[in-house]
Every structure is written in C-alpha cells, then in structure tokens.
C-alpha cells in the first residue's frame, strides 16, 4: 500500500469547464466541447442543479430541472466523476478559478500560458492567504496582516469562519478562544464583532465573502481579465446548508457560475491530471485540514471514478491539535513561571502553538519563549514530538474510527494506495 502527499487545490479549476452540474450546463456544454473536453461519461448531479437555480439570475434554468429546492439531497456514496484531462487550449480560453476555501489558509489556481498556476493571494505576496477577515478600518482586510496583529486587533477580527457557516447554533463548537461572538438569532447564526465605527452583526457568509472577494481580485489582477466562473472546494462532510451558504457567499463576491466540489475529489482530480490512472484500483483518501477530516474510499475504473464511502469529522482538523498544545503551554506558563493571565496574549499563544505544532512535523523537539508572555520572566518550555503525540491521543482514537468507518461502509477488499492531503496530515502521528 503507497501514500502520497498531494495539494488538492492547483488544479481544481479543471473541473471548471469540465462540469455540467452548473446552472448554465445547457449554455456552456457546447462552448466547453469546443475546448476539447469530453461530457460523454459525465453523470448529472441535481442537487447542485437546485442550488444553482436557486441563485440563478436566469429565471430560464427552471425548465431544465422539475426539483424543487426544497428536496432531499442524498448522501455523496457513490457518485461519479470523470477525472478532467488537462485541456492543450489558449490561457485567455479559460475563465475559470479553482479555489481551495480554508478553515485557516486559502489557495487559488488559474490556467495560465498552458499550465496550472497559483495565485498570490495575500497582499504581502504568499500564495496562501490566512483565512483572517479584519474590520478595524472602513476597508476590510483579508490574511497575513490580519493575523499577524491580532494580539492588538483581536477585537475586529474573525477566523475559522468555515467552521460557523451554514451551521445552526446548535451545532456550532464555539471555542472560547474566538474574540467575536456568535449570536443565535432564531434563523440562524450571526458573528459579533467591532468594527471601525459600531459593534456590527455579521453573517457567516459575509466573512467567506470577503475572503473570496480578495481572491478574486487577485486572480484577475493575475491574469489581466475579468474571471467569473470559479469552483470552489468543501469537505465531503458539508451539510446542504453549509454548501449553499459557501455558494451564497461566492456570488455576493462577484463570481457568476460557480460549482462546489468535494474537496477529496478535488485532491484526485489534482494527483491524477499529470500521472497515469491505475485502473481498477481502490484509493483511500485521508484529508486533514485545518477544521475538518474527510475520509473517501474511491474504485477508479476507465478515468472515472465512483465513491465508495465517506466519513469524517467536521470539528476535527488541525485547529484542534493547536488547541492541545495551547492547553498544554497555558498550564505549564501557569504552574512553571507563574503566569497566570494572558490577556491580549493569549492571541500570541494561539499562534506560537500553530507554528510549534508545524515545527514538529519535521523535527523532534520544539519550545516557547517565556518572555514573550512576561518580560519580567526568562527561559524555554521544550516539548518532544512524541509527548505532542501522546497529549493528541483522544484525536487521534476520532481518527481512527473515521477511517475504519469509511473502510467498512465501502466493503472494500483491498486498499491499493493512500492518499494523504491537507496540512495536518504532515504530522507524522497521522500516519
């Protein structure tokens, strides 16, 4: 059994124009078929048809679907997909956008001189762009910046807006750490936070929104010309509502045609674009990003592909390993250095933890500067890998019985080869 690490976003947009799930499927099958693609083995998938009539501006999609978007969508098992051919056409003959929506990065890719390129996102030029949404000014900021003065600005800011939209308070984890509020209106949720003139009551979507209005900015301002058709990767676990929510949000950024894809698929929609596709083969995908796991067990037979089974944990990503190291700093600052307010500091800690837990994944010991939290105080507090590993032990054991689940549930006999995708799967405990 192989494993391969992979980053599922660069080439997503692909599927921008290999798709007939969208709202214009009837408008643009014919102008995709003139770039080459092939629709032959495509399956139609309604319920992102109801969502796109749903947001259509084009009352005339109503005739091409009888189902009202009131109907139950079905669990994703046993889809299918064509996997995309990488298509030999001009740059300026594609306006797609593929979009890798984070719980704690963001990542874009453009079809550019014949070939698949990401877009730098954040305003100091990273191709990752911090999914952190700031509104101390009257102009919004979005990534880096935003982080990185979030011990003074913690008050304006939002983060881990993945993990709040297009879910009922109810259903919401709030982590105690959050500087915003999330306020149950009776239909639905909003985040609380300051900005440059009032406390302000957002929606979830209005966040992702503003995410992807940045994206998409920087994707034109990239590629010199006005994009409007985007794909825009979720977890496998999204509910309905999440995925309409992230729809809703990407139309009020601008984009016009916009198709949701399962981020497993996605991450072999990206492996398979540039190697050969083993056919009649069993694939197992484990993705561990910042707030969600998604488990997909997948058969690939004649370039398609059909889902056996899904699991995950839609609270279950590399924020929670932060917050265990978080844990584990706060108590030993208290009981080792007397330390026992944080304050604003807290927000310090929250990303010193982010980069020992990813110092970690490559080397064996990692430490915080006391002296950051109280000047008055010196010294390191080290810990190991493996004591990470052991203080991990409870997500580790949720792991484990997502992908036995999913294993189960797909009767597979055999797993040919393992897929690991999504930053938290570069610790080594996860494999």
Not at 184 to 194: H, K, M, S
Not at 226 to 245: D, G, H, Y
Not at 335 to 345: A, C, M, P, Y
């Amino acid at each position: 059994m192989n494993r391969c690490n992979y980053n599922k976003s660069p080439n997503v947009l692909l599927y921008a124009k290999n798709t007939e799930y969208s709202k214009t499927f009837v408008k643009t099958a014919l102008e995709c078929q003139r770039f080459g693609f092939n629709f032959d083995k495509m399956k139609f998938r309604n319920s992102c048809l109801i969502k796109a009539r749903a947001m259509a501006k084009d009352p005339e999609i109503v005739k091409y679907t009888s189902i009202s978007a009131n109907d139950v969508i079905l669990d994703n098992a046993k889809e299918h997909f064509t996997i995309p051919q990488k298509p030999n056409i001009k740059n300026d003959e594609i306006n797609g956008t593929g979009i890798d929506l984070g719980t704690s990065r963001c990542c874009a890719a453009v079809n550019r001189k014949n070939k698949i390129e990401t877009v730098a996102l954040d305003n100091q030029g990273q191709r990752l762009l911090p999914s952190y949404v700031g509104f101390d000014e009257n102009k919004i900021k979005c990534g880096q910046l935003v982080a990185d003065r979030l011990r003074y600005f913690s008050k304006y800011t939002v983060f881990d807006s993945k993990r709040i939209i297009g879910r009922k308070f109810e259903d919401i984890k709030i982590n105690s750490r959050w500087p915003f509020k999330i306020i149950n209106t009776g239909n639905g949720v909003c985040i609380e936070v300051e900005t440059a003139t009032e406390i302000s009551r957002k929606n979830p979507e209005q966040i992702a929104t503003a995410l992807l209005k940045q994206i998409k900015q920087k994707a034109e301002a990239f590629q010199g010309q006005k994009l409007t058709n985007v794909v825009i990767t979720v977890p496998a676990t999204f509910t309905e509502l999440q995925k309409c929510a992230t729809h809703s949000a990407a139309v009020l950024a601008g984009w016009n045609i916009v198709e949701l894809l399962p981020e497993p698929v996605a991450a072999v929609f990206a492996y398979f674009i540039d190697r050969p596709i083993p056919n009649n083969s069993t694939l197992l995908l484990f993705d561990l990003g910042g707030g969600t796991l998604d488990v997909c067990v997948f058969h690939v037979a004649n370039n398609e592909i059909e889902i056996l089974s899904i699991d995950g944990d839609s609270q279950l990503g590399g924020r929670d390993f932060d917050n265990v190291l978080i844990d584990y700093f706060h108590d030993r600052l208290k009981t080792e250095k007397g330390i026992n307010e944080l304050g604003d500091r807290k927000y310090k800690l929250i990303q010193d933890c982010e980069k020992i837990k990813e110092d970690l994944s490559a080397i064996d010991k990692s430490w915080l500067d006391v002296d950051g939290y109280d000047p008055s105080k010196t010294g390191l507090l080290t810990i190991i890998q493996t004591e990470f590993e052991k203080l991990s032990e409870a997500l580790l054991i949720r792991i484990k019985n997502c992908i036995l689940s999913a294993v189960n549930k797909s009767s597979a006999k055999d797993i040919d080869k393992v897929f690991f995708v999504g930053g938290g799967s570069r610790m080594p405990m996860t494999y």
